[in-house]
T-cell receptor, first 118, second 111 residues
Framework: GAVVSQHPSRVICKSGTSVKIECRSL??????MFWYRQFPKKSLMLMAT?????????EQGVEKDKFLINHASLTLSTLTVTSAHPEDSSFYIC??????????????FGPGTRLTVL | LAKTTQPISMDSYEGQEVNITCSHN???????ITWYQQFPSQGPRFIIQ???TKVTNEVASLFIPADRKSSTLSLPRVSLSDTAVYYC????????????FGTGTQLKVEL
């Protein structure tokens, strides 16, 4: 099946620093990738949609200057949390839309990245 | 984006069949129905996807009535390891295919 990886799996940083999270589709090409965040005991919230070679589309209420998204290739998208603060601590999950087993337009999710800002 | 409604939680015992029903009254013509499973501190895992009637794979079955306003995920003979949150989502097959996550159903399987 389609595999999506994320790196790092967890990161702890000091307040004010920037953190980059990578999302890779390992065995398929993903023209579209999505970034979500999830707080404890809550559902996933879509942050932005990223298309290869173009600017990301952010959901309402998500600051594009704080959460920088780059989708430079068909297999890699990055999320950079700039000037992170404790309230940015969360579980960040990416997904990639691709074709697997003849099925199109299915989203496959990465394992997530736990960000803790001290 | 079609909104989905699922039970918040369900309890079952090992070896039983579990059926989780999801309502999506305003599903659009192009929308597919997809179910995901999520364990704590992990990303959602794809379970099954369908458009109409019945779909079956090695882990589950998905039943979709003719009006497509609801769907039922069926898990045969659950085990303790099936304890997880199950999400039902609907989304179109074209465009950005954005998926909106609802509350999901917390399934707890006991001995």
């Amino acid at each position: 099946g389609a595999v999506v990886s994320q790196h790092p799996s967890r990161v702890i940083c000091k307040s004010g620093t920037s953190v980059k999270i990578e999302c890779r589709s390992l065995d398929f090409q993903a023209t579209t990738m999505f970034w979500y965040r999830q707080f404890p005991k809550k559902s996933l919230m879509l942050m932005a949609t990223s298309n290869e070679g173009s600017k990301a589309t952010y959901e309402q209420g998500v600051e594009k200057d704080k959460f920088l998204i780059n989708h430079a290739s068909l297999t890699l998208s990055t999320l950079t949390v700039t000037s992170a603060h404790p309230e940015d601590s969360s579980f960040y999950i990416c997904s990639a839309r691709g074709t697997s087993g003849g099925r199109t337009d299915t989203q496959y999710f990465g394992p997530g990245t736990r960000l803790t800002v001290l | 984006l079609a909104k989905t409604t699922q039970p918040i939680s369900m309890d079952s015992y090992e070896g039983q069949e579990v059926n989780i029903t999801c309502s999506h009254n305003n599903i659009a013509t192009n929308d597919y129905i997809t179910w995901y499973q999520q364990f704590p501190s992990q990303g959602p895992r794809f379970i099954i996807q369908g458009y109409k009637t019945k779909v079956t794979n090695e882990v589950a079955s998905l039943f979709i009535p003719a009006d497509r306003k609801s769907s039922t995920l069926s898990l045969p003979r659950v085990s303790l390891s099936d304890t997880a949150v199950y999400y039902c989502l609907v989304g179109d097959t074209g465009g950005g295919n954005k998926l909106t996550f609802g509350t999901g159903t917390q399934l707890k399987v006991e001995l």
